[in-house]
Structure formats: structure tokens, C-alpha cells
């Protein structure tokens, strides 16, 4: 009897070291390493970059993959003779985690530089030195010194940005009237946007997403710092000192090119809207000089002319040899391999024929993938917005209204209200989104803008 009772437990134990043991076992047998160091990523010809979806790293553009981290990994990886392949994760941590779980090769982000990382990380590449900056409109008021920020009502989002300021109003002995911004639908870029529209006066980002803003609105002033510099830089495993080294001598060398440097003025420095004009003369009803043209092609989608017209007024102000920060180019804007698709020869991007031969087939597949939107007038909307943003954008857009209780294929106050929200995390980093981050502002406005011009054309020129 005495012998059982002592058996039970230890079969009982046993049975827990055993499952214990497995447990272990199936988790050790994941962390699998793709790729060990730099001699097996040239072996099997690919790098594997872990980045975050965001204004700055990688985003989808016309259904084109965009962002400065991305092209600084593209030039890397054709310095190594490889493939690129992105995997795109949600925060610093999941960025870390995986890379140690072995599931991509290097981190290309600005990951922020700590101690307690370099334990399991080497930081490598170009180090990025990063601050918060106060933003404000340029003006005679403008402020030139953090000292007289007291008696200012600063907006700021709750976390790292209010709690600099918290810190800086108690060195400054109090006097900064901060003011909590909480609402769901507001995130930094719209506190941006509210001190470019003279909404509020002043608001606190990080200087690389206020640059990124400037090319936007012209009128900020974001040259106020107020904070102390934050490093970052990419990162790969210890085991991948090979690697390291690599993109060390990549970013050294290439940090002054014009490659590099051209890259960092389409995302930083380039103005982001098209300078536009007037029509070219109301008297004798013509809105440009290739009016003909717009006639011509217009039936082929079913459009008024003056409609068509007024999307190329948008994207180009009718300039034929117009390119734009991120390579649209042509009266119509057409990305190259939107172009090549859709019958433009290389070359001809600024014939101005051949620029709206190759929008009109464009938004000719564009409404037939919008078909099932009833209403002829929504579905130039759709049609519109996939144009400036891509289509795997609107689709984002339709799913949150379709999960949100709205009609998806109604655009005003139902995707379109969804669309504007493409910046949010809660929205883009939503599962039902395949596409992330979106700047849906400007797509909400260019929908807004052709179709505001084309009542005005409608009205004021001749059929």
C-alpha cells in the first residue's frame, strides 16, 4: 500500500518532467535561424529586413512599396547581390523578439539604442540622432527659445510628448499650459496639420515625422528642439557580426551618394503637392491646351471630359513633363509600372497622348473592379481615391466601414470617413487592413478637390 502511495506521485511527477521536457523541446525547435550570418544570406540569395509599417520605414504608395528605411535596405541588399524580402511588424519589441526568434536578418529601422538591447543586439549602419521639436507657424510671434513657452497652450498626445513637456514646464518653474489631446480620432500628424491650419499654435513631435510634415505644409516652423538627442540606428543578432560589418561599410560609403541623398529629399525635403493654376481661359471655354485630347478619350470611360480634365489638373496642373516626389510622371501621373501596365512605352511618360491613353485604361480597370458600386457618382469617388492612393488602400477603407457598421461601397460619411482614419494604428495595424499605414488625408482631399473642380468646370465651360 505504502509502495503505491509513493509510486502515484512519482508517475505523476514523472509525467510533468516529461511534458516539461516537451514543452521546451517543441519551443527551442521554433526559434529557427534562417539565416546564421552574411555567408549564408549570399548563399541563398535573399535578406531578410524586419521593419514597421509608418510614415518613414515602409509604407505602400500606389501600390508600390515606398518609405526611406526600405529604399536604404533595397540599395544594401544590391550591394550584397541579393533578393530583398520584408516582414512588417507592429512595434520596437516585436521587431527585437523576432529578430532573436530568427525570423528575419536585420532590422531596418531606427531602432532606439539602450543598453539592456546591446546585450543581444549590434547596432550597425548610419546612427540616426533624433529629438522632439516644438511645432508652430512661421510669423513674427514665431518662438525662438523654449523659455517662452510659459503662458502658451501647448496640445500634445498623452506619453512621451506630454511627459517632455511635464519635465520641461517644471524646469521652467511651471507656467506651460499643456493641454492632454485624447480623442481616438487624433493622432500627432492631425495635431500637425491643426497648428499648419491655425487651428492651435503649438504642438510637440519628433523632428524626422515634422519634416516629413513640413514638405506638406510649408508654413511650419519645426526648428525649435526640446528634448535631448535619442541615438537609433538598424540592428542584427550578436551572431551576425559579419553582417554588421557590412552594412557598416554600405552606409559609410554610401552616405554621401546620390543615391542616398536623393532618397532622403523625396521623403524629407520635397514639397508633396502640385503647384496649380487657373483655367487657361474662361472667355473661350478651354480649361488647358489639351482639351482635345480629354474629349477624345473621356467617352472611352464614360466621363464627362471636364471631369477627366479636372483629375489631370490635380495631378499635374497640366504640365506634361511633371514629376512627382514619389516618380508619377506625365499629365495623368502614372507610376512606371502603372505606365508600362497600361500601354505607356518607356520614354513617353511626358507625351501628353500617350500620358491619357494610359490613365483612361487605368481607370477603365478601375471601375471595373469597383462594379458593384450602384451609384455612377460614388464609383467616380472609388475610382478617384484608388487612383491617388491604390486600390489595396480602398479596400482597407471598406473593410473598417463594412466592420464599423457602414455601407462599404457609399464614400461620403461611410469609407471615406475610414480612409481618413488610414493613419491611426488602431485602424491601419487592424487585422481586417492588408495594406497599413496610409496618409488618407490627402486621398480624402484629392476626392474632395477633382470633384469640386469638376462642377466648377462643368459649369463654367461648354459641353
Sequence with gaps: ???????????????????AVSFFTVKKEEIRIVHDDLDQIIEDKELIVLTINSYASYFNYR???????????????????????VKVLNSEVELVNALLNGEGDLIAYNLAITNERKKDLIYCGEENVSH???VQRYGKDGLEDVTQLVGKEVYVMPGKYEERLENLNQELGGGIIIKEVSADSINNEDLIEMVAEGKIDYTVTNNELAKINKTYYPNLDITMEISFDQRSAWAVRKTSPKLAEAADKWHRENIHSAEFEASARRYFELNKHTPQGSILSLKDGRISHYDDLFRKYAPQ?????????????????????????????????LMPRTARLYG?????????????KGGVKYIAELQKIFSKV?????????????????????FDAMALAEK???????????VAVYMLLKNKEEYYKDPVCKNGYFRGTETYNFVRDVMTRADIYIRNIKE
Design 1 to 19: 500500500m505504502n509502495k503505491r502511495k509513493v509510486l502515484i506521485p512519482s508517475l505523476i511527477v514523472l509525467a510533468v518532467i516529461l511534458v
Design 63 to 85: 501600390e508600390v512599396p515606398m518609405g526611406f528605411q526600405y529604399e536604404l535596405a533595397q540599395g544594401f541588399a544590391k550591394s550584397l547581390g541579393v533578393e530583398l524580402k
Design 132 to 134: 522632439q521639436v516644438l
Design 301 to 333: 470611360i464614360n466621363w464627362d471630359w471636364r471631369l477627366l480634365a479636372a483629375l489631370v489638373y490635380t495631378e499635374s496642373n497640366f504640365n506634361p513633363y511633371a514629376v512627382s516626389w514619389a516618380g508619377a510622371k506625365g499629365l495623368m501621373q
Design 344 to 356: 505607356v512605352p518607356a520614354g513617353m511618360e511626358s507625351d501628353p497622348e500617350q500620358s491619357v
Design 374 to 394: 450602384k451609384s455612377d457618382n460614388d464609383r467616380i469617388k472609388f475610382v478617384l481615391a484608388s487612383y491617388n492612393s491604390g486600390i489595396g488602400h480602398v
Design 404 to 414: 464599423y457598421g457602414k455601407d462599404k461601397y457609399l464614400w461620403d460619411g461611410n
